[in-house]
């Protein structure tokens, strides 16, 4: 089984500053199938990347993906106040589909 | 429009059994994998299995196998999820969700609503 650890638990940031999420994966995932989410309070999670880098339909373009192998990135270009929540990382490689902990992103 | 719709929130007591439900429209349900996913409250998201709806081939996380069952009836587009005895621990929400593409290897890109269960004496 693939164990994603997430960091950092917590990140404290303001509005219009850059966010940057990192999942690590305990072996290599297999073709980059590597997928981020996000949930807010009381709601399901929204597919955000997928491929590692690919945007799900109707992202905003201030989210990015990046990375391969074991080492990925969640990249937030602009933080907007509509964007803090907790993020979830996913490899959906090799069953089971394991998530990460989860990074909550939190206005400072 | 794809959605996932989810039966509702369920409070039981330990030893009994449940079944829970989720109803895929808005696509073709037997040509997609439909997955369950577990949050207990406060906590992460986890990978309970997989269902296939065409042909119900299954695949569960060791963390849930045998404790679970996943099943579908193609005829009603509905994926199930139940236990046959509960326990306190099972007390969370749980999301159905179908992957993005027809392969197994892609994205969970629909959510259904959550079904809160509550195992409570």
């Known amino acids: 089984e693939i164990v994603l650890t997430q960091s950092p638990g917590t990140l404290s940031l303001s509005p219009g500053e850059r966010a940057t999420l990192s999942c690590r994966a305990s072996?290599?995932?297999?073709?980059?199938?590597l997928a981020w989410y996000q949930q807010k309070p009381g709601q399901a999670p929204r597919l955000l990347i997928y491929?590692?880098?690919s945007r799900a339909s109707g992202i905003p373009d201030r989210f990015s993906g990046s990375g391969s192998g074991t080492d990925f990135t969640l990249t937030i270009s602009r933080l907007e106040p509509e964007d803090f929540a907790v993020f979830y990382c996913?490899?959906?490689?090799?069953?089971?589909?394991?998530f990460g902990q989860g990074t909550k992103l939190e206005i400072k | 429009e794809v959605q996932l719709v989810q039966s509702g929130a369920e409070v039981k007591k330990p030893g009994e059994s449940l079944k829970i439900s989720c109803k895929g429209s808005?696509?073709?349900?037997?040509?997609?994998?439909i997955a369950w996913v577990r949050q207990m409250p406060g906590k992460g998201l986890e990978w309970m299995g997989i269902?296939?709806?065409?042909?119900?081939?299954?695949r569960y996380s060791p963390s849930f196998q045998g404790q679970v069952t996943i099943s579908a009836d193609k005829s009603i587009n509905t994926a199930y999820l139940q236990w046959t005895s509960l326990e306190a621990s099972d007390t969370a929400m749980y999301y159905c969700?179908?992957?993005?593409?027809?392969?197994?290897?892609?994205?969970?890109?629909?959510w259904g609503q959550g079904t809160l269960v509550t195992v409570s004496s």
């Open positions: 969700a179908r992957h993005t593409g027809t392969a197994r290897v892609s994205p969970l890109g629909y």
């Open positions: 808005g696509y073709s349900f037997t040509n997609y994998w």
């Open positions: 269902i296939y709806a065409g042909d119900s081939d299954t």
């Open positions: 072996q290599n995932v297999s073709s980059n199938y």
């Open positions: 491929g590692a880098s």
């Open positions: 996913q490899q959906y490689g090799n069953s089971p589909y394991t």
